[in-house]
């Protein structure tokens, strides 16, 4: 499986923006993605994941209410809205990809795209 990140940028806090992640080789049914951020000077850590298995999607505490992910074409294709957007969440933003139920945890994925970076001003 091989994952694509775009999107990313700069923007005032207050502003939005969509990243987008672009999956390709599933070849079982089941598939998850997941969203994962890299603050400068910070471990990474979970944002979002989406997945064809109950309970999704999920989010980390620190972005519900503000980010949407949603996921067309089986996966192929996922998305994630981000609104009210502040300085803390600036990062580079990694997609990250199961072909199993996934979770906001790094060791529950298996393949992983390059990172697109966002950052966020004051």
């Known amino acids: 499986v091989q994952l694509v990140e775009s999107g990313g940028g700069q923007v005032q806090a207050g502003g939005s923006l969509t990243l987008l992640c672009r999956a390709t080789g599933f070849i079982s049914y089941n598939w998850a993605i997941g969203w994962f951020r890299q603050a400068p000077g910070k471990e990474r850590e979970a944002v979002a994941s989406?997945?064809?298995?109950?309970?999704?999607?999920e989010y980390a505490a620190a972005v519900r209410g503000r980010f949407t992910v949603s996921s067309a074409d089986m996966g192929v294709t996922t998305y994630l809205n981000m609104t009210d957007l502040r300085p803390e969440d600036t990062g580079v933003y990694y997609c990250?990809?199961?072909?199993?139920?996934?979770?906001?945890?790094?060791?529950?994925?298996?393949?992983w795209g390059q990172g697109t970076r966002v950052t966020v001003s004051s």
């Open positions: 990250a990809a199961v072909e199993a139920p996934g979770g906001l945890y790094e060791y529950l994925f298996d393949y």
């Open positions: 989406i997945s064809n298995m109950p309970g999704q999607p």
